[in-house]
């Protein structure tokens, strides 16, 4: 897989999990091969679903407010998800659907290289540091594997928990700063913080 299109192709065929045989439309992920920040999400809802794009529902138009908010165009950053086909009754994904899709978002990674990964949620922030809470992790940015990683809470939390919603907002608020320091630091010096992992059983369930 040499480019995000065929990365693209691959995914709108894929079969190699049972969501493959329940989908409207796969949902590969979109933006440009050069963004500077890249956002993972957890997976398609009905929405996303019927159009085969990432966050067109109404955690989508959450988020289109909070680009523009902090100052950054949709078509300027990349979106995916875990997962790239909508579970059942809009279900957790399982191991096995995230493993099945992890060679796609592992690829589209080294082909777009950003600056900084915002993982939106616990399933993505899992993916960086399994075992860690997402309400502990927000708002820092973290260093896995030579990339810098800014763990922000699903926008769904904030439509659903009124209370979430200023915390996620003022997350995203930090981008554009963010983004200069990390063009400003190689990620060999940048500073890692080994926050203490939580044990699953006391996280909160904020997507």
Do not use: W
Not at 75 to 81: K, S, T
Not at 118 to 130: H, I, K
Not at 150 to 164: D, N, T, V
Request: charged share 25%; proline share 9%.
């Amino acid at each position: 897989m040499d480019s995000l299109s065929e990365i693209a192709d691959r995914v709108r065929i894929c079969q190699d999990c049972p969501l493959g045989t329940g989908r409207t439309n796969a949902v590969p992920g979109e933006g440009p091969v050069d963004a500077e920040v890249m956002f993972i999400g957890e997976g398609p809802g009905f929405q996303e679903d019927r159009q085969g794009r990432p966050f067109v529902g109404p955690a989508g138009q959450f988020l289109d407010q909070l680009l523009a908010d902090a100052g950054l165009s949709r078509e300027r950053v990349f979106i995916a998800n875990m997962i790239k086909c909508r579970p059942p009754q809009n279900r957790d994904p399982v191991p096995a659907e995230m493993a099945a899709c992890s060679k796609y978002l592992n690829r589209q990674i080294e082909l777009i290289d950003p600056k900084l990964i915002v993982t939106l949620g616990r399933f993505s922030l899992g993916r960086f540091f399994p075992g860690e809470s997402i309400s502990r992790a927000r708002g820092r940015v973290r260093q896995k594997d030579g990339r810098a990683i800014y763990p922000i809470m699903h926008p769904a939390a904030g439509l659903r928990r009124e209370e979430m919603k200023a915390s996620i907002i003022q997350d995203f608020k930090a981008l554009p700063g963010l983004l200069e320091e990390a063009a400003r630091t190689p990620a060999a010096e940048a500073v890692v913080d080994e926050a203490p992992q939580e044990p699953p059983a006391k996280q909160l369930n904020l997507f």
